[in-house]
């Protein structure tokens, strides 16, 4: 990812890129800046994970990206339905199991 020239400017914002290698901890930092952006907490938290695998199995960074990004869907396509059933403020959650009685 290249770097920005502007001090504490995100990458991309600045029109010249400086060369200099990120180092371990700003790209973490950057990595941490871009998840909260998309809001995409899973991928924050399974990149690290994804890519020990990655290196241990040889991935290519499109394998890594993909890798991280089905883990995003999955999270997303998981918890969406609690997400709508918020926004749509229904007074409570009822379930089929909640209502039968059985003798």
């Not at 973490?28 to 871009?34: C, T």
């Not at 890519?51 to 999955?74: D, G, K």
């Amino acid at each position: 990812m290249p770097r920005t020239s502007a001090a504490g400017s995100r990458p991309g914002t600045a029109k010249t890129a400086d060369t200099t290698a990120p180092t371990g901890r700003q790209t973490a930092s950057d990595l941490a800046f871009l998840a909260r952006a998309m809001k995409a907490p899973t991928l924050l938290d399974a990149a690290e994970r994804l890519a020990e695998r990655a290196r241990a199995e040889s991935w290519t960074h499109t394998e890594y990206l993909v890798a991280c990004l089905q883990r995003e869907v999955s999270a997303r396509d998981s918890h969406g339905g609690e997400g709508r059933t918020r926004a749509a403020h229904f007074p409570a959650i009822k379930t089929i199991e909640g209502h039968c009685h059985v003798d």
